[in-house]
């Protein structure tokens, strides 16, 4: 990952009295160009007429790119501007793997809910008396969670930049222990859904504290790699959960089971964060907001990030980079509060972002799925697969599937960039709602049908809405509005999950399953649209850059 041209320079500025190009022959330059295209993964530079300084960016390497033209300077204003931070991956294991497991627990309770409401409503099998659950009382059980996490994200809005993302993650993992205890040993209905509830308060503080911790902790030419693992982890959840649930789908109060197996992960989760340090961005924000004394802030971010990269305590280059991030900070906010106010998230960039961030996880609910993922199993049933066994495994295969093609999105998103692959899966998504429609409309004698759609929905859906808009969400955000930009993005994603989940079961019988579908493909279009019109790339540029370029 490292730089090939420079080795590293910690100098503020350098000064060039003599531009490069000015003496180089016609020949050189054209020679110097073609390297420059060989190498401008690793280097960039631009020289001028004029003597000049070049600004070192704060945390990493200058990367160099000759140019010789006004109009070669525009280039090197886009994502290959960015630049390079020394690290080794194992230095950035555990600050992305702990939070991660918020995502892991979301993505469990997707999958263990999927077996777990055909265990519930089995005479022979849920172990209770009070199995038969009207469509209401199902919508429920299945969306109680997301309830949670509605109400959680509301929660997050006032209070996260207070809490910091480190402490936010483990009331979390408190919660995921505490909501899936009380599901796992519920004697009836009522604490059941309050078990739920609980557990979704956890999902609603994990999915807004999880990506700022990474994104804001991560170096920045990773953090696309990184936030869109956060996704691969939820899918793993939802694997996990399914495994769990084909396995217990036969035992007498399985359904037990199924949700009392988060507790102790959620417990290993916050012992996990509990030996993390905040966020160094986080720390320094808090500091220019007149938090606390300003040196005091310092030194902890200093330690925090020497602590993240692996460094010893003190170290010169995380003194430097915390140097240059107070610089970079006053400099962005010397005449504003630092801190954004509830209306401020409502107004110009931010709006920009909201419009961009929220839109994106606002289409990602409501072309269907929740409803595709939470009711995997019946429509499996439906489609064929009667025992409850059989679907349960095809949903295992199902998870598997997905984990794979997440896999795709987190090696290309840094790749190929988020709009290439949104484009192409949401394209995806559409063709499958149709295709689910067209099989309960007039396909229902090939099972195969249902099936196949399925894995397209999936597959689509891992390269773009999965993985990519919670990496939008992560990053498009200004600084001093992100805590709470985020919780509204995450308040929106919730919100219009809990609401399609808990009406898919009503509305799959008022219109019919193929009328549903339809619908949501129709929706799928219209989000293909404000993908192509409002939602820019952002593949390599920094947290700063997207705000300063893209947003202003």
Known sequence: MASTCLQPLYNPTVTLSKPPLLSLSKKQIVTARSLSQCTRRNCSFMARNNERKLPLLPLGRLR???SASSGEEAESNNAESAYLEEFSWSSVILPFLFPALGGLLFGYDIGATSGATISLQSAELSGTTWYNFSAVQLGLVVSGSLYGALFGSILAYPFADFLGRRRELI????????????TAYAPGLGALLLGRLVYGLGIGLAMHGAPLYIAETCPPQIRGTLVSLKELAIVLGILL???VGSYEINVVGGWRYMFGLSAPIALLMGLGMWSLPPSPRWLLLRAIQSKGPLQEYKEKAMGALSKLRGRPA???????QIEDTIISLKTAYSDEEAEGNFLEVFQGPSLKAFIIGGGLVLFQQITGQPSVLYYAGSILQSAGFSAAADAARVSVVIGIFKSLMTAVAVLKADDLGRRPLLIGGVSGIALSLFLLSAYYKFLGSFPFVAVAALLLYVGCYQISFGPISWLMVSEI???????KGISLAV???FGSNAIV???FSPLKEFLGAENLFLLFGAIALLSLLFVVTSVPE???????????????
Not at 171 to 182: H, M, T, V
Not at 314 to 319: L, M, Y
Not at 477 to 483: H, N
């Open 171 to 182: 009331i979390a993992a408190l919660l995921y222990a505490a909501g899936g205890s009380l």
């Open 241 to 243: 959960g399914y495994f």
């Open 314 to 320: 003190g170290d010169k280059v995380s003194e430097k």
């Open 64 to 66: 160099l790119k000759v």
């Open 538 to 552: 952002t593949k390599g540029l920094s947290l700063e850059e997207i705000e300063s370029k893209i947003l202003k």
């Open 477 to 483: 955000f200004p600084l001093r509005t992100r805590g």
């Open 491 to 493: 308040l929106t994603n």
């Open 501 to 503: 989940t808990f009406a």
